[in-house]
């Protein structure tokens, strides 16, 4: 079965102080990575996919199969960023999202 | 357009009582999933609907039961609650064949007492 793992609950970091956030995942195949973010009273909403390889608010992840990891990584955090951070799993298709449990991010001025 | 809408926003229910969610997905949107996040939890997959017939289902009970409509709303059962059902019941549409982008709604947050 699919999971995804993501070791940190909590994650402080100053203004300005470089971010990653962590997630490694297990599935034998190619699967489909996702960061989804979610703001205070907000809701939960796609933030980048690797497919993309893009970069949405400064924030960037390689997919590592090697390692099988996904990091979100930012150089620069900023106060906004603050939110509860999930990393999900999907395979190809029309198939349902596996999520991580979440890290919070809390940057601090 | 429109995006994902979910009601109720909250629900007290007692053990051993039926709870009907709902969810209207966005525009355009034929695939419906939901989704149980319970506290401190990420969310959980339940089942996900297609053209109303259920395409998929997750590691839960068959008290936990769902319909999607023509207009591809879609509603969440749950019979006889358990303490454990408290929990965000998250709704989210797609369009089948595109990028599969799941479009999540705000949620009900589900208390059993």
């Known amino acids: 079965a699919q999971r995804v793992t993501q070791p940190e609950k909590l994650l402080s970091v100053f203004k300005g102080a470089p971010v990653e956030l962590k997630c490694n995942y297990s599935y034998s195949g190619s699967p489909e990575l996702f960061w989804y973010v979610q703001y205070s009273r907000q809701r939960l909403q796609l933030l980048l996919r690797?497919?993309s390889r893009e970069s949405i608010k400064g924030f960037t992840a390689d997919l590592n199969k090697g390692e099988t990891s996904f990091h979100l990584k930012k150089p620069f955090a900023q106060e906004e960023d603050s939110a509860m951070y999930y990393c999900?799993?999907?395979?190809?298709?029309?198939?349902?999202?596996?999520f991580g449990k979440g890290t919070r991010l809390s940057v601090i001025a | 357009e429109t995006g994902v809408t979910q009601s109720p926003t909250h629900l007290i229910k007692t053990r051993g009582q039926q709870v009907t969610l709902r969810c209207s997905s966005q525009?355009?949107?034929?695939?419906v999933s939901w989704y149980q996040q319970a506290l401190g939890q990420g969310p959980q997959f339940i089942f996900q609907?297609?053209?109303?017939?259920?395409?998929g289902r997750g590691n839960f009970p068959p008290r936990f039961s769902g319909l999607q409509f023509p207009n591809y709303s879609s509603e969440l059962n749950v019979n006889a609650l358990e303490l454990d059902d408290s929990a965000l019941y998250l709704c989210?549409?797609?369009?089948?064949?595109?990028?599969?982008?799941?479009?999540f709604g705000p949620g009900t947050r589900l208390t059993v007492l």
């Open positions: 999900a799993l999907k395979l190809s298709g029309n198939t349902p999202l596996v």
């Open positions: 690797h497919i």
């Open positions: 989210a549409s797609s369009l089948t064949g595109s990028r599969n982008e799941q479009f």
């Open positions: 525009s355009g949107h034929n695939t």
């Open positions: 609907y297609y053209r109303e017939e259920e395409n």
